[in-house]
């Protein structure tokens, strides 16, 4: 079973600062999908890795994947408070036949605070 | 960025009763998922559509729940009779691609009550 696991699970950041969140995973894939969650709303996409090494960036967010070490991490530079939102990370599941089910993490609740 | 609707936005019912969720992806697409997640959770994966037919489900998709194309555009999720623990968020999600090269794309979600 695939489980992915995501640290910290709150952050509360001061603007301005640099942090990072972890998202580990169980088994063998390579591609991890990293989604935004205001309060009440949906999902929305910030980054899709598809390969060993990629690096996304977007603004203050950087991403990148190691899948050797099945690891991605979400890069904050200089947080401010619009960054304010839950951030998921999410493996696919790309075995013979699977249609690409994505596996969440639990979520890293960051709150930026002037 | 593909647009996805969901109806209704929120649904208020009885235990037992049955709900049907809808989603209506703006173009034609070939995958189609449903994702719950229970409030303060995380994303759950409930199942998989692709062309046409059921590929994947998660445990939670039991026989109590039914997915289908009824009029090849909307994509429907059915829970037969429902339980309080159904109470969630419910998702439709579409990937746009014929190759899983991109991103799977949310729908605002319909907010399920069970009481």
């Known amino acids: 079973e695939l489980k992915v696991e995501q640290n910290p699970l709150f952050l509360s950041m001061q603007e301005g600062k640099n942090y990072t969140i972890y998202c580990n995973y169980s088994?063998?894939?390579?591609?991890l999908y990293w989604y935004r969650q205001d309060p009440g709303k949906s999902l929305e996409s910030l980054f899709v890795l598809l390969s060993n090494g990629a690096v996304k960036q977007e603004g203050r967010l950087m991403a990148s994947l190691d899948t050797k070490a099945r690891l991605s991490t979400l890069h904050i530079t200089a947080a401010v408070h619009d960054l304010s939102a839950t951030y998921f990370c999410?493996?696919?599941?790309?075995?013979?036949?699977?249609?690409?089910?994505?596996?969440f993490g639990k979520g890293t609740k960051l709150s930026v605070k002037p | 960025e593909p647009e996805v609707t969901q109806t209704p936005s929120h649904q208020v019912t009885q235990m037992g009763q049955e709900v049907i969720l809808r989603c209506v992806p703006i173009s034609n697409h070939l995958y189609f998922y449903w994702y719950r997640q229970i409030l303060g959770q995380k994303v759950e994966f409930l199942v998989s559509f692709y062309n046409n037919e059921i590929s994947e489900k998660s445990e939670i998709f039991d026989d109590q729940f039914s997915v289908e194309r009824p009029d090849g555009s909307n994509f429907t999720l059915k829970i037969r009779s429902t339980k309080l623990e159904d109470s969630a968020m419910y998702f439709c999600a579409i990937r746009p691609g014929t190759f899983s090269r991109e991103t799977q794309y949310f729908g605002p979600g319909t907010r399920l009550l069970v009481l």
């Open positions: 999410a493996v696919e599941l790309n075995y013979g036949g699977s249609q690409g089910n994505l596996i």
């Open positions: 088994t063998t894939s390579d591609r």
